[in-house]
């Protein structure tokens, strides 16, 4: 290759690379765009909420303010006027990070309650399926009739561990010998 087509080549790549970066660029500047109107609809709707809420709250009087005077006015407004106005807005976009900080907080709440309680209703499940009658859980043995109902069980203290009707093992195992074999 002689030198002028390698700085054709040259050139050729780095019309492309630019081509690259500005469509990049645009794109960025697109998506941070779509994401400011995204961000100023999030406020406007917290601010309906906080009117809603709190309709003589003070961040909302002076953006109320600001609202009912004409574009040019407002533009025309001196400079301390516009950065105090400016502290106020600080101070309502500072609130209106704390609500969405406060959602996002309620919602991991409302989450790992839920959670929480599909555990408790499986737990809930489990329990329940451990209270079948006893006469029921053992087949073909006899239950003596003084012995409860499964639903009227509750659990026993330790020291009356041996006649719980909860466990696997038969309520009256350790008051009799067993004389057969364990195949019952």
Known sequence: MSSEEVLAEKRRRNAGASARFRDRRKQREREIQDRCRQLEQRTRELEEALRRFEPDNALL????????LPSRARTSMSPPAVSNTGGDRTTLN?????LEHMMDHFRQEKETDAQKLKELEKENVYLKSLLVPVHLAHAGRVVPPSTPPASVVAPSPPHFSSSSATTDEDPLSNKRPRLSSPSL
Do not use: F, L
């Open 61 to 68: 009087q002076h953006d109320d303010d600001d609202m009912d």
């Open 94 to 98: 500072d609130r209106v990070s704390q």
